[in-house]
C-alpha cells in the first residue's frame, strides 16, 4: 500500500485530497491542529491516521513523521499543503504579527514538513518518495493586498526548485501545485466580503475543491522516473493571466 502524509488535512483542499487517496487505496496520515476534525475524517477507513500537530512547531512536526512512518513502515509522499491567508490591506497597514504569523506557516511550517520528509526518503529502503508543494496562483502573480501571502508563495517556489535538485541524487522529486479559486473556507470568504460590500465584481469565480485533489493524485501516482515539476490548476474564468 503507498503511503502519504498530508498536512493542512483537516479541511479545504487537504482534507479533500486526504479523502480522495484513502478512496484510491492509499495508507493517509493526516496532520493538522484539530484532532476532532481529523478523527472525523479518519472514522471512515482504518487506512487513515490522524496526527495533531502544528506545522510552526519543528519538534511536534518531527514527531508525528515518526509516528506515521513507524506505522507505516515508510513515507512515499508528502503533500505540504498548510497555510493561511492572513487579513489583506497595503504594507503598511497590515499588521506584524499577521506577517510573522504567514511566514510561520506558509514558508517555515512547510520547511519543517519537507525537511522531515526529506531525511525520512532518503534513509528508507527502497530510498526515495516525491514531496508535492502546495503553492498557489500567488506564487506567481499577486492578489490585491495580499503581500504577505504572495511574498510567503514566491518564496515557496524558491523551495520546490531546491528540493527537486537537492532530492535527484536520493531519488527524491519535488513538484509544486498552483491552485487558483477552489471553493474552500478561505476562497469562500472573501467572496462573502466582497459581496457584504456591495463590490459584485470582486467576487471570483470557483471550482470544485474535489478538482484540485485530482490533480494532487495525478502527481503523486506517476512514476519515480517522472514528475510533474509545475502545475496550475485553476477555475476557468478567474483572473489569472493579467492579474493585477
Known sequence: MKTILITGASSGIGQATAELFLQAGWQVGLLARRRDAL????AHSPAAMPLVA????RAAVDAAFAQF?????????LFNNAGLFTQQGLIDEIAIEDWQASVDVNLTGMFFCARAAFAAMRAQAPMGG???NNGSIAAHVPRPGSVAYTATKHAVTGLTRSLSLDGRPF????????IGNALTPMVDALNDKARATGREEDVQPTMAV???????????????????????VMATKMPYIGRG
Open 54 to 57: 502544528d506545522v510552526t512547531d
Open 210 to 232: 474535489a478538482d484540485a485533489a485530482a490533480s494532487v493524485l495525478h502527481m503523486a501516482s506517476l512514476p519515480p522516473e517522472a514528475n510533474v515539476q509545475f502545475m496550475t
Open 39 to 42: 478523527e472525523q475524517i479518519a
Open 171 to 178: 531519488d527524491i522529486a519535488c513538484g509544486q501545485i498552483d
Open 130 to 132: 516525491r514531496i508535492i
Open 69 to 77: 512512518i513507524g506505522a507505516a513502515g515508510r513515507l512515499d509522499v
